[in-house]
């Protein structure tokens, strides 16, 4: 039996042109650009706008150096809309004059992660976290990697304000 769902996977992935080694790399393509956001995401907790800047600088040449060649037509599809805008939000970040403006494209980067999280797996599992108050009230959310609560809209001024609105495995 054991053999038959081996050689059943082996042949799914053939079909699609791909082999285990090909899943892999697709899986981890995004893996140091996800890993770099959350760098950002906690100079925000931190308050830090030099180290926000700086992370995000960091982030722009991982999205801008993003290889294709592994892709899936999922992830490809996606990436092809998405790049543009998720380069030019974090462009505006690593420039922005003060820390609540690095924190409202943060805002926005944050959508965009989010939906890049279902073709794009991370790993491990992630947390979609929101502050309700942030944006008058509007609310934000972001990505973690830890369900605790540390909110990178307010730093340690309201740190675990907050809750986890999806589990993402």
């Not at 037509?73 to 380069?87: G, R, Y």
């Not at 922005?96 to 805002?107: E, H, L, M, P, T």
Request: glycine share 2%.
């Amino acid at each position: 039996m054991k053999t038959l769902k081996l050689v059943s996977i082996a042949t799914f992935l053939q079909l699609f042109g791909m082999n285990s080694t090909t899943v892999a790399q697709t899986t981890n393509t995004m893996q140091p650009v996800f890993e770099q956001y959350f760098a950002v995401k906690d100079a925000l907790i931190n308050s830090d706008l030099k180290s926000s800047q700086s992370e995000a600088k960091v982030l722009v040449e991982k999205l801008s150096n993003v290889s294709i060649t592994n892709m899936n037509k999922e992830q490809l599809s996606f990436w092809d809309k998405n790049k543009k805008e998720v380069i030019t939000l974090t462009k505006s970040m690593s420039t922005a004059k003060n820390i609540d403006d690095v924190r409202k494209q943060f805002s926005k980067l944050s959508d965009v992660f989010y939906a890049m999280s279902t073709p794009f797996k991370f790993p491990s599992t992630l947390y979609l976290q929101k502050c309700p108050m942030y944006n008058s009230g509007k609310g934000a959310t972001w990505l973690s990697k830890e369900q605790s609560i540390r909110n990178p809209y307010y730093g340690q001024q309201m740190l675990n304000c907050g809750k986890v609105l999806v589990t993402i495995k």
